[in-house]
């Protein structure tokens, strides 16, 4: 594939001295599979593979966003899932109560139409990320550079700047350790001592090492940049939610260079490469045919239909 091979020529001449060229995609398990997912992960394994056909080491990882805030019921749940708003995905109930919770419901069938195409990216669930403590540095050195984030994000997000918006502002979600919600009245972070301090609108608060607690999350644009630095990434697509001018990926750019000092991967946005697709993402049957056939259809087919 012509444009595969061109970012692939375009990343080795960025990434001279790359040992391994890791291609990543992300998404959040909110409902059922999405065309877009799909092309995002098919077009990541893609570009792995043409850097392998030139010779370069290359490996895809798939982050499952499930530690994301539940906020809203997707259209294909029957039951009411509004009581759940505010945990975390991966602290809700399979929907349909075959497996263990809502993200294993999702992320299952997801993950067998990927292997069904012979994609076999390495996994990466991101609530066992953060709540193993992995990222603690990462959101500490956040939390010190609060005051910069915030002078980077406000004015791309329109926000109205005022000094004590911005001295109260935290870029993470902190998961309530009493009732397990994001239902924050107040948070503070103490410098000195390394203390989280909150109060959830139930009442609880708490006052708690940052080292161990584990249940919070940065926020989506410095969740991305601070993973992009974590897991080395050079490459990753994004859909037009995240390409717009003061898009996510704008917002994370300017993050990862100025607060955590990289180099954001090269971004291919999809609308480049899907821009004539055959199934409208807005027609529920086609969306749904085109679903089943990637399901069955042999691999090649099936990343025909994701890419076209
Ligand atoms: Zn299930
Ligand atoms: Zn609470």
Known sequence: MLWANKIAEELIETYPNEETFVCAAGVTPSGDISLNSLREAVITDIIRQALELKGKQAKTLFSWDDYDLFRREPDELSTPFSEYNNLPYSEIPDPEGCHATYVEHFESAFESVLSNL????????????????????????????????YDIIAPMKNRFFSESDRESY???????????????????????????????????????????????????????????????VTFEPGGPEHSAEFGSYQISSAIADQIFGIRPPYYLPYASVSSDSAFSLSDESSRKEALSKMATADPSEGIHIAIK
């Open 118 to 149: 012979n994609i076999h990216p390495t996994y990466i669930y991101q609530h066992e990320k953060y709540l193993s403590g992995e990222y603690t540095a990462d959101i500490r050195e956040a939390l010190k550079k609060r005051r910069e984030i």
């Open 170 to 232: 935290y870029p993470v979600h902190i998961y309530c350790r009493s009732c397990g919600k994001e239902t924050m009245e107040k948070v503070t972070y103490h410098e000195v001592g390394d203390y989280i301090e909150y109060t959830c609108a139930c009442g609880y608060r708490e006052f708690a090492a940052l080292e161990g607690f584990n249940h919070m999350k940065l926020i989506w644009e410095v969740d991305w940049a601070m993973r992009w630095r974590h897991e080395g």
